[in-house]
């Protein structure tokens, strides 16, 4: 029996979109990461770019649990020195929410370029509208 290898122009990417609204920060980031790498198809190969295309709304009503609000610290450098800014998950909700969940999902993804390729596949809001339904997104269901 031969192993069947697919080539990277004969993946087909679909477009899915997912509401964060009241959905746990770290579950829905692992389920989007799955999506990204094309872990759901039946021909998924670690070493071929094969994942879907995600879109995100409403990143601005996601939930995390325990006081990871107030104690989880997302650090910054500015590249000079004493540069070193440091943000909670609260500030970052308020002002930024969409890169919360880019950055989730980022860290479960592989690092090196076959990962920058998936993230770019990323598209996050932090309301309920987007600007891709000429795609025909598909609804995904994300276990809460």
Known sequence: MKTYRIR???VVRNWWVVDARGKILG??????ASILRGKHKPYFQPDVD?????????AKDVKVTGKKLIQKKYYFHSNYP?????RSLEWMLENKPEEVIRLA???????????????????IYAGPEHPHEAQQPKPLEVEA
């Open 82 to 86: 004493g540069g070193l800014k440091e």
């Open 50 to 58: 094969c994942g879907d295309f995600v879109i995100v709304i409403n």
């Open 105 to 123: 999902v980022k860290r479960m993804l592989p690092k090196n370029r076959l990962g920058h390729r998936m993230l770019k596949r990323l598209k």
């Open 27 to 32: 579950r829905l980031a692992s389920q989007i």
């Open 8 to 10: 990277p122009e004969d």
